[in-house]
């Protein structure tokens, strides 16, 4: 038996619908009924539940929250993000400065900026494999995304293995459609900034998703803001839950 967890390695707003995910468990919630955005957020499925791209898989499996399990302010090459405690200028508290880019978009994370003084990068992804910006040269001032998680696939840090809700902490301010919205579901409050490894509980035996040696699976997956990226599948042994970010990393390498 393995749990599987997707890790999106971009600047974007998608998630996993298939199999269902466990950031997904307040999908089941009125609020989210066929895709419909609760008051103040919005849903990872379509607004009207129908339009969507991967049609009735993720009308069903992509309602609730899930997109918004990410991380923020985490750039090729460095330990930490910056929105994480545990970067060296937070010593340790929860960041309140403005995270931001630099012009003509400072008002988004990442946007030709490194979050650390000395990126350790190594190989980063041949330009063919790019998703936007493609007429930028690269390492040219308008190559925009160049230090953003998919240059580099795996080089780039994340606050939490399973994601934070809303990608930040509600003190920090950052720009994007970090919109968590409270929910109370299965007796637990989830809320912006909670850290999916510490909250999230396993996914219940009966559905737990079981796959075959030597078979080939049906995964899915959907966006609701295309900022550009890619993906990378991960997979934890269930023994080993709950697994830490470099557990995958030495999963990845094996």
Aim: aromatic share 8%.
């Amino acid at each position: 038996m393995v749990m599987a967890l997707a890790v999106a390695y971009a600047h974007a707003h998608s998630s996993l619908v298939i199999p269902t995910p466990r950031n997904a468990i307040d999908g089941s919630l009125p609020a989210f009924k066929g895709g419909a955005n609760p008051p103040g957020g919005i849903s990872c499925s379509c607004a009207d539940g129908k339009s969507c791209p991967l049609g009735s898989a993720r009308a069903a499996a992509g309602v609730g929250q899930p997109c918004l399990w990410w991380s923020q302010g985490c750039s090729i090459g460095c330990e930490y993000c910056l929105t994480d405690p545990r970067h060296p200028e937070n010593n340790g508290s929860i960041p309140t400065a403005p995270i931001t880019g630099n012009p003509p978009h400072a008002d988004k994370a990442g946007f030709r900026k490194s979050y650390c003084d000395d990126p350790k990068t190594g190989a980063v992804l041949p330009k063919q494999f790019w998703t936007m910006n493609l007429h930028a040269v690269e390492g040219a001032e308008d190559d925009s995304y160049r230090f953003n998680p998919w240059r580099a696939p795996g080089s780039a840090p994340v606050v939490d293995p399973c994601g934070q809700a809303g990608g930040k902490y509600r003190a920090t301010p950052m720009g994007g459609a970090s919109n968590f919205v409270t929910v109370n579901v299965s007796g637990l409050r989830l809320q912006m900034g909670d850290l999916g490894s510490r909250v999230l509980p396993p996914t219940e035996p009966a559905r737990v998703t079981r796959w075959e040696a030597g078979s080939t699976p049906r995964v899915a997956w959907g966006m609701r803001f295309n900022h550009g990226g890619g993906y990378q599948y991960r997979l934890c042994p269930a023994e080993r839950w709950p697994c830490t970010e470099a557990a995958f990393q030495t999963l990845t390498r094996t």
